[in-house]
């Protein structure tokens, strides 16, 4: 059983790092994509079904907190060169998928460029948490 006096801790870390450049609701937009990568691949990471006093449930969330940053397009190349180079796993929004309106055009917008010639708005990266930091190292959190 839980004791619920102890602070809960996490030894993996959940970041999404947000091109500075974008308009509010691009910001959204991508982070909810780039978490959906990670809660669609690491279930553990999700936690049980909501209920309020009546019995409505509602969907489960990720049981640890996500943090947001946000860099300039040049950091953006840096965290994500940091992270496969730490060999984490991480999710990408390219600026060629605001143009795109499904799935399988977003994985051909992606596939049709060079790793180091994506030109990223967004990444996502989960993992050990002090990993994470090493590649979130000089972004700052979203304001």
């Known amino acids: 059983m839980d004791d619920v006096s102890e602070p809960v801790r996490f030894e993996t870390k959940i970041a999404v790092v947000l091109r500075e450049d ?15 990568g990670i809660a669609g691949t690491h279930p553990e ?3 049980d079904d909501y209920e309020d006093a009546d019995g409505q449930t509602y969907l489960p969330m990720f049981r640890q907190p996500v943090m947001v940053f946000e860099g300039a ?3 953006m190349r ?23 309106g499904n799935d399988r055009d977003n994985r051909a917008a992606v596939k049709a460029v060079r790793t180091e010639e994506l030109d990223l708005v967004g990444i996502a990266v989960y993992g050990p948490k002090n990993a994470v930091d090493k590649v979130l190292k000089g972004a700052a959190k979203h304001p």
């Open 22 to 36: 974008l308009a509010a609701w691009q910001r959204v937009n991508v982070a909810a994509f780039l978490v959906s």
């Open 78 to 100: 840096t965290a994500h060169e940091r992270a496969l180079k730490r060999e984490l796993e991480c999710a990408v929004f390219t600026q060629e998928l605001f143009a795109t």
């Open 73 to 75: 397009k040049e950091f």
């Open 45 to 47: 990471v999700v936690g």
